[in-house]
């Protein structure tokens, strides 16, 4: 796997970032428009793509593809070079917002500079599939180009669509993730439905739990079939031993099922595609993100599906990084898998409902399995299950 993300680029960085206290930022002017006040949010420090990707080409591209084009640089570029045109391989990536700063921006300048004089370079940037098509022409990849955008759920559907891609023998490996970036039309659009935390805080099943915080970031996974990883003598890091995607249609707070029945289905499905009970997951690597009502929903899955199973809340230290999130959250549960243990949260605090959330970081008692959330605000769901690889 490989990542650019605020817990670093790959499973050692992230492994140490666990252990360090959260390093929460702040954001408020853009280019072309100013948050009403200094946002807190968790931002990609040091962020600079031409030490990464050489300045030829990255002039008319926007923050999303760089981000994207940097984790695949970073992760995977020996792999496009050693494979042969037929066989390097395709792309499935998650998002929710995608090229919104670029259009945004786009008719901010129209209507700031003119039309006759903003750059039509940049009209490019202004379709969600642009990070993924800038990577397949930059890595001449002639497989799929696939932009998967399900809302918060994004990267964990991508994931999926790969798996389903490799079960049905259209490809032998696939590169698969999330993608994010922080925007001023993304918070604007946040802030205005009530998600985001008023006090900068971020308490997963928090009893003072306010609201979440913006994140950002890429993570991105080689996902193929055994036989493809035996071939090109490749270290398994993991298995995903089941996967599961559904809708809820029923709506509550902010738009989250108060029953939590897509969250529970989800999470079952996983669990029977894997082959497994639920008393087999070691942890779960928990969607909560200091929402009320969306971690409310989950709690009252997980107490019933998953009563003493350890929880842990990753966006405590990644922030909501949306489409990006499932994925961010998959590299964190697996640096903790590869670790043995299930990193903390901190200092604790009270609860809202009773959920087994891990504030001392500890051992994990049984490594084999993890299961990862994702539960967005408009009704998709989404679980993976982590099968741990030595």
């Known amino acids: 796997m490989s990542a650019v993300s605020c817990l670093g680029t790959n499973l050692s960085e992230i492994a140490a970032s666990l252990l360090a206290p959260p390093r929460i930022g702040a954001v408020q002017n853009f280019e072309f428009h100013s948050l009403p006040a200094s946002q807190p949010c968790f931002p990609v420090r040091d962020f600079d793509p031409e030490a990464i990707l050489g300045k030829k080409g990255l002039r008319t591209k926007d923050r999303a593809t760089k981000l994207l084009l940097s984790a695949l640089e970073l992760g995977f570029k020996s792999l496009f070079e050693s494979a042969s045109d037929e066989s390097r391989p395709g792309l499935s990536i998650g998002t929710t917002f995608g090229s919104v700063s670029s259009i945004g921006d786009f008719l901010s300048d129209a209507i700031v500079n003119g039309s006759h004089n903003v750059n039509p370079q940049a009209f490019a940037n202004t379709v969600i599939n642009s990070p993924t098509s800038n990577a397949n022409i930059r890595y001449a990849s002639r497989a799929l ?50 998600l985001l935390s008023p006090s900068g805080s971020l308490l997963p099943f928090g009893q003072e739990a306010a609201g979440t915080l913006p994140g950002e970031g890429c993570a991105v996974f080689c996902v193929e079939t055994e036989a493809s990883a035996q071939e090109r003598g490749a270290t398994v890091v993991a298995e995903i031993a089941g996967i599961a995607s559904c809708f809820d249609p029923k709506k509550g707070p902010l738009g989250y099922d108060p029953d939590g029945h897509g969250a529970r289905h989800a999470m079952k499905q996983a669990c029977a595609n894997a082959g497994i009970s639920p008393e087999k997951i070691g942890f779960v690597a928990a969607s909560a993100n200091g929402v009320a009502a969306a971690d409310d929903m989950e709690a009252l899955a997980l107490s019933d599906l998953f009563p003493k199973t350890p929880v842990v809340a990753y966006k405590s230290r990644t922030g909501e990084c949306m489409g990006a999130s499932p994925c961010l959250s998959m590299a964190c549960a697996l640096a903790d898998m590869k670790a043995g243990r299930i990193s903390g949260l901190g200092s604790a605090y009270p609860l809202r409902r009773n959920v087994n959330l891990v504030f001392d970081t500890v051992p994990v008692a049984s490594k084999q399995y993890a299961l990862v959330n994702s539960f967005s605000c408009d009704g998709y769901c989404g679980s993976i299950v982590l099968k741990n690889r030595t």
């Open 145 to 194: 180009s696939s932009t998967v955008s399900t809302s918060f759920n994004a990267g964990l559907d991508a994931l999926a669509y790969a798996v389903m891609f490799l079960r049905q023998g259209h490809a032998r490996s696939l590169l698969a993730g999330g993608l994010e970036e922080i925007s001023y039309y993304a918070c604007t659009g946040l802030a205005a439905t009530g």
